[in-house]
Nanobody, 123 residues
């Protein structure tokens, strides 16, 4: 059974940086898709950053984080990371790692989730 273990969340002031990491344990192989979603209080979970196989690797970033966040993966370690720079208070949310995801309809969907890691950005 695959287990996702996230780390790297915390509290930071606006303009600061954080790096989230997620390790997929209990699975040998690679995943078509790995990425990050987030959910703020009172809001639905939304896709943030996806890295997927399309020839080589391609990335998807939601508009609100373009130019500030980047996503990467290490297949040898089965990890996916999210580098978050120039953080804003509106980035405050619980961040969830996902694997075995895919594009369904008009959005990305994940099927296996981590437990979440809190990111809090103060102004």
């Amino acid at each position: 059974q695959v287990q996702l273990v996230e780390s790297g969340g915390g509290s930071v002031q606006a303009g600061g940086s954080l790096k989230l990491s997620c390790a997929a344990r209990g699975y040998r192989g690679s995943f078509y898709c790995m990425g990050w979603f987030r959910q703020a209080p009172g809001k639905e979970r939304e896709e943030v950053a996806i890295i997927y196989v399309d020839g080589g690797y391609k990335t998807y970033l939601t508009d609100s984080v373009k130019g500030r966040f980047s996503v990467s993966r290490d297949n040898a370690k089965n990890t996916v990371s999210l580098q978050m720079d120039s953080l804003k208070p509106e980035d405050t949310a619980m961040y969830y790692c996902t694997i075995d995801c895919g594009f369904v309809g008009s959005s990305w969907r994940g099927t296996i989730w981590g437990q979440g890691t809190q990111v809090t950005v103060s102004s």
